[in-house]
T-cell receptor, first 111, second 119 residues
Framework: AQKVTQAQTEISVVEKEDVTLDCVYE???????LFWYKQPPSGELVFLIR??????QNEISGRYSWNFQKSTSSFNFTITASQVVDSAVYFC????????FGSGTRLQVQP | DTAVSQTPKYLVTQMGNDKSIKCEQN?????MYWYKQDSKKFLKIMFS???????INETVPNRFSPKSPDKAHLNLHINSLELGDSAVYFC??????????????????FGPGTRLTVL
């Protein structure tokens, strides 16, 4: 069985602060993919990143960075210098036949 | 524009009614999905079709029936609507997998969602 845990239900930060969203997953598969999606207040789901289980290199994209550690089954997401537009619900997901989503972390960035 | 589209965006209906939600993708993808997002934001897979063939059917009441007339369309029909069916329903699609696999590890592209409210 697969499981994705996002223990942080809600995080509130002030603009320009750095924030890390945690994601821990469980799977018996040796090959798997991990994803992050953003759901802004408008409701759509926006793809952010895909990472396969064989690639543990950290990734940086602008203010976003991801830290994948197989040893701890974690795939954490950091936003540097947060902005109000980052306010959204962020979902971590594990892919087998379909996506298994975590429960999401609501990020509120205050001006 | 290339995208995954859903109609309608909002659907308000009475308990007991039958309704359909339509989904179309013009991305040339082989696989399409329906996900349900409840009021607590939990997202869960319902169905998946690959080239009109059902490949995932999670524990969903028989009142829900997906229909795929072609690989670009995956519609969701719901019979005898209940209050608990109120949710946002997302359609998604993904490109083909490697070596003819019906599933794929590629990212899924989501439609804008259909908010269903059952009164």
């Amino acid at each position: 069985a697969q499981k994705v845990t996002q223990a942080q239900t809600e995080i509130s930060v002030v603009e320009k602060e750095d924030v890390t969203l945690d994601c821990v997953y469980e799977t018996r598969d040796t090959t798997y993919y991990l994803f992050w999606y953003k759901q802004p207040p408008s409701g759509e789901l926006v793809f952010l990143i895909r990472r396969n289980s064989f690639d543990e290199q950290n990734e940086i994209s602008g203010r976003y960075s991801w830290n994948f550690q197989k040893s701890t089954s974690s795939f954490n997401f950091t936003i540097t210098a947060s902005q109000v537009v980052d306010s959204a619900v962020y979902f971590c997901a594990l892919r087998r036949r379909a996506l298994t989503f975590g429960s999401g972390t609501r990020l509120q960035v205050q001006p | 524009d290339t995208a995954v589209s859903q109609t309608p965006k909002y659907l308000v209906t009475q308990m007991g009614n039958d309704k359909s939600i339509k989904c179309e993708q013009n991305l040339g993808h082989d696989t399409m999905y329906w996900y349900k997002q409840d009021s607590k934001k939990f997202l869960k897979i319902m169905f998946s079709y690959n080239n009109k063939e059902l490949i995932i059917n999670e524990t969903v009441p028989n009142r829900f029936s997906p229909k795929s007339p072609d690989k670009a369309h995956l519609n969701l029909h719901i019979n005898s609507l209940e209050l608990g069916d109120s949710a946002v329903y997302f359609c998604a699609s993904s490109p083909p997998g490697l070596a003819g696999r019906k599933d794929s590890y590629n990212e899924q592209f989501f439609g804008p969602g259909t908010r269903l409210t059952v009164l």
